[in-house]
């Protein structure tokens, strides 16, 4: 979905979004974090940051721009490792990701983009203005333990099945399943990145075929991906 002019805090995404891509009910619209952060103002500008001790002492250490580092670190409610340049972090969200989703590509100059306040909440009131109110995946980039590149997840959701538990259900070969539980919005992220480039101005995909998954309620949301802790492995 490209051609969308350039997103500015207090525009009414929605409206933009349903203006270029006429959705309609039992569609999904995936859309890039940095626009709904953009839209709810979730900048921030690096030379009004004011870098703790442990800003500075992170940024000396892994070659970063403490300013950086402080915002990655005001975002942070919980920081798992810091290597290599990179601070994993669990965010206030309970998201784990790298730098906590803090990022200045895409950004204005001088900027950092946040995650939104809450993504969730963002896809159901983004949601509720859409005609036809399709589905919505808000996705981000993470990397991956024990695999190398990245792929798009689900950050936030509205309106569709976040998690398809096969669990109780049987195989082809009427074996049971113990295990299968389809993480549906992860994957909508992931394909829906294939359908864009990164250096395009095409920060929505429009997704059909996949009634199915979508849903009359706003449902659960991304936050139904995280993993709880007492089921964590690896921490």
């Known amino acids: 979905m490209g051609g969308l002019p350039e997103v500015r805090p207090g525009d009414d995404l929605a409206a933009v ?15 890039a974090h940095k626009v709904v952060s ?7 500008e690096l030379a009004a940051v004011d870098p703790g001790p442990r800003a500075r002492e992170l940024a000396a250490e892994h070659g970063k721009d403490p300013r950086l580092v402080q915002t990655v670190l005001d975002e942070t409610a ?24 803090v990022d ?10 946040l995650l939104p306040e809450d993504p969730d909440r963002s896809a159901r009131g983004m949601r509720a203005r859409l005609p036809g109110r399709p589905a919505v995946v808000i996705s981000d980039s993470f990397g991956r333990a024990w695999r190398l590149g990245q792929v798009d997840v689900a950050i936030g959701a509205a309106g569709l099945v976040p998690l398809d538990d096969w669990r109780g259900r049987t195989d082809a070969h009427g074996r049971e399943l113990r295990a299968t539980a389809l993480a549906t919005a992860d994957a909508l992220a992931a ?12 920060p ?32």
Do not use: M, Y
């Open 78 to 101: 919980t920081l798992l490792r810091a290597e290599r340049g990179v601070l994993i972090c669990e965010t206030h969200h309970g998201l784990i990701c790298a730098n906590a989703g």
């Open 104 to 113: 200045q590509s895409n950004a204005p100059e001088g900027h950092a983009v």
């Open 191 to 202: 394909a829906a990145d294939l359908a864009r480039l990164k250096d395009e101005a095409e």
């Open 17 to 31: 979004l349903a203006q270029a891509a006429s959705p309609q009910s039992g569609d999904v619209l995936v859309v």
């Open 204 to 235: 929505a995909v429009l997704v059909r075929g996949l009634d199915r998954l979508v849903t009359k309620e706003d449902g659960p949301g991304a936050a139904a991906l995280r993993r709880p802790v007492e089921e964590d492995l690896f921490r």
């Open 38 to 44: 953009k839209a709810e103002g979730r900048l921030r």
